[in-house]
């Protein structure tokens, strides 16, 4: 059994011009919702992305943390934060960084492997060191190791203020 389907021209032009009307309506509609995704790449983006900063070594007390900190550009700053927020910047030179992180890693490789370990149980960190990802903390009850940080960190601010 066979169905023969007339359509006279007046319906086949009807169905025609509605679906190039859907048509038009769609790309309309993808036209649309891409410039809203270039309007939105259009926004002013900040400088200040730290995503692309990597921490060479940091330390830190209650009270402030010291960075010093690289660029996926080879460039180096030291930072300075009070808490989370941050203070300063200074633009850093590649010898003077090297040099920095150079005296930076030979304390803590001291501190950390080289001298005695805190012996109690519970430790009241004063100070926080951090290099390449590996953490120490200063306890109080540690003088030798906290003299040798507060020198560090006197000698990185005589250097910077």
Not at 75 to 80: A, P, Q, R, T, W
Not at 82 to 107: I, P
């Amino acid at each position: 059994m066979r169905f023969n389907i007339k359509m006279n021209p007046v319906m086949m032009n009807h169905i025609t011009k509605n679906f190039i009307f859907g048509i038009l309506l769609l790309i309309a509609s993808i036209i649309g919702s891409s410039s809203d995704l270039m309007a939105q790449d259009e926004k002013r983006s900040s400088n200040d992305d730290l995503r692309s900063r990597q921490v060479i070594f940091s330390v830190s007390d209650k009270r402030e943390k010291l960075s010093l900190e690289s660029s996926g550009s080879g460039e180096f700053s030291l930072s300075k934060y009070k808490g989370e927020d941050l203070v300063k910047v200074w633009k850093v030179d590649r010898s003077v960084a090297q040099t920095m992180d150079d005296n930076f890693a030979d304390k803590f490789i001291r501190l950390k492997y080289e001298m005695k370990a805190f012996e109690k149980k519970a430790c009241s960190s004063i100070f926080d060191l951090e290099m390449r990802g590996e953490v120490q903390k200063i306890c109080k009850g540690e003088k030798e190791k906290k003299d040798i940080i507060e020198k560090l960190i006197g000698e990185i601010k005589k250097k910077f203020s």
